[in-house]
């Protein structure tokens, strides 16, 4: 028996990375999964592949594109779930974007406007779709991935506010969902993924931008795999 047998999980951006390696890992623990990515891919992962991965493997999965950043398009995505099994349980907000960098003083508007919409505004869309659900059953777990970006980052403002905003959503959901069985956490992650440039980290600290402890972090970095026992466990019963 797995940690999360009978419980349906929606998650986010489970094409690649991280998010395939969450949506997995609560496969094999007994979660029916809806997965998500904005379109198909030809090459490198998308939800159709994810689902297809955990369906040969025995498990139950249901795939769906769409950009959750809008609101009917999160909506639908709840829906899914609700279709294919009934009920939603488990929400991980993992989808994001590609995020432009950029000096305060240089941002284009639609860079920041892009990055808050892509990470903040998708995960508030999916939490308001899913979380009606999970107060009507009395039990949900909502997971909000985050980064250190919001306390130590450099030439990302965008960045840096959107992981910002995702940690004090997750406060006041916990507070305002927690009386109906619902927990709501946010987590930082640091895994190698396609996005992971290990170079530049190197640059930054012969620069004197980050620590030592930070590059060393940085040097040792995982695969998503690692990731996501974790995960899988803060949407667990325990």
């Given at each position: ?30 979660a ?34 769409g ?35 950029g ?6 508007l ?21 979380s ?10 909502i997971?909000?991935?985050?980064s250190?970006?919001?306390?130590e ?13 995702l ?22 992650p ?6 992971t ?10 620069a ?26 803060l949407?667990?019963?325990?």
């Open positions: 028996m797995g940690i999360l047998d009978g419980r349906v999980a929606i998650v986010t951006g489970s094409g690649m990375g991280i998010g395939r390696a969450i949506a997995l890992d609560m496969a094999r623990q007994g029916a999964i809806v997965t998500n990515n904005r379109m198909p891919r030809d090459s490198g992962g998308d939800a159709r592949s994810t689902a297809a991965e955990i369906q040969a493997a025995g498990g139950r999965a249901a795939a769906f594109f950009d959750v950043a809008d609101f009917d398009t999160a909506r639908k995505l709840v829906a899914t779930a609700i279709d294919n099994f009934g009920r939603v349980d488990i929400l991980v907000n993992n989808a994001g974007g590609e995020d432009k960098r000096l305060p003083w240089e941002m284009a639609e860079d920041w406007e892009r990055t808050i919409r892509s990470h903040l505004t998708a995960a508030f869309n999916c939490i308001r779709h899913a009606g659900h999970m107060k009507t059953q009395g039990w949900g777990r997971l909000n991935t985050t250190r970006a919001w306390v980052t450099t030439e990302q403002p965008n960045y840096a506010a959107a992981m910002a905003g940690v004090g959503l997750t406060r006041d959901v916990a507070r305002d969902a927690g009386r109906h069985g619902i927990t709501c956490n946010a987590y930082s640091l895994a190698k993924t396609r996005r440039n290990i170079p530049k980290q190197e640059a930054a600290f012969k004197g931008v980050i620590s030592q402890a930070m590059w060393e972090m940085y040097a040792k970095i995982q695969p998503p795999e690692a990731c996501a026992p974790f995960a899988t466990f949407c667990s019963e325990d």
